[in-house]
């Protein structure tokens, strides 16, 4: 089965750096997810790691260690529209496409 | 179409009765997801299609829930003898398929169902 761990609610202030953390344990793994959703819409993609490493996208980048079975999306140069829930998502191994979500970190931005 | 698009936006129904949310997918997409959401967690999985045919429908939660999709492309989710249990927003997902290395999936704004 799958397990995926991140903390249910963070704070950060308008202009700064947040880390969330999301740990999983899986039975396979194909790939790690993050989505951004805000209240009452739809998920968006925000990024994928598959492999070890540090994957950069503009203010928000992407950590993954496979062996450690942890991941982290870090916000840069915070703004209040990043106030939204950050959704992480493993998808099992080989050809299966399916995707569990964990339940997501809901982050407050604060001036 | 330019997004996934769902049908409707909200559902209202009272209980025992029966309820079809429908899915039109990004156009070309042949994977299609089904999820239900319920307040403050993550998305759920429901069923998963690949083409016409259901890949995995290991997370519908028992016989009265339903999904098809016939032509490889809209896929509806059938709700029957519906519970207030069942109140939730139901997304749905669709992506390029299999054989894209990253297969990202691209939801819908969903279907919020209220069961009275």
């Known amino acids: 089965g799958q397990n995926i761990d991140q903390p249910t609610e963070m704070t950060a202030t308008e202009g700064a750096i947040v880390q969330i953390n999301c740990t999983y344990q899986t039975s396979g793994f194909n790939g790690l997810f993050w989505y951004q959703q805000h209240a009452g819409e739809a998920p968006t993609f925000l990024s994928y790691n598959v492999l070890d490493g540090l994957e950069e996208k503009g203010r928000f980048s992407s950590f993954l260690s496979r062996s450690k079975g942890y991941s982290y999306l870090l916000l840069k140069e915070l703004q209040m529209k990043d106030s939204a829930s950050y959704l992480c998502a493993v998808r099992g191994s080989g050809g299966y496409q399916k995707v569990t979500f964990g339940t997501g970190t809901k982050l407050q931005v604060i001036p | 179409g330019a997004g996934v698009s769902q049908t409707p936006s909200n559902k209202v129904t009272e209980k025992g009765k029966y309820v079809e949310l429908r899915c039109d997918p990004i156009s070309g997409h042949t994977a299609l997801y089904w999820y239900r959401q319920s307040l403050g967690q993550g998305p759920e999985f429901l069923i998963y299609?690949?083409?016409?045919?259901?890949?995995?429908d290991s997370g519908l939660p028992n016989d009265r829930f339903f999904a098809v999709r016939p032509e490889g492309s809209v896929s509806t989710l059938k709700i029957q003898r519906t519970e207030r249990g069942d109140s939730a927003v139901y997304l749905c997902?669709?992506?390029?398929?299999?054989?894209?290395?990253?297969?990202?999936?691209?939801f819908g704004a969903g279907t919020r169902l209220s069961v009275l």
């Open positions: 997902a669709s992506s390029p398929g299999g054989g894209y290395p990253k297969n990202i999936q691209y």
């Open positions: 299609f690949q083409g016409t045919g259901a890949a995995d």
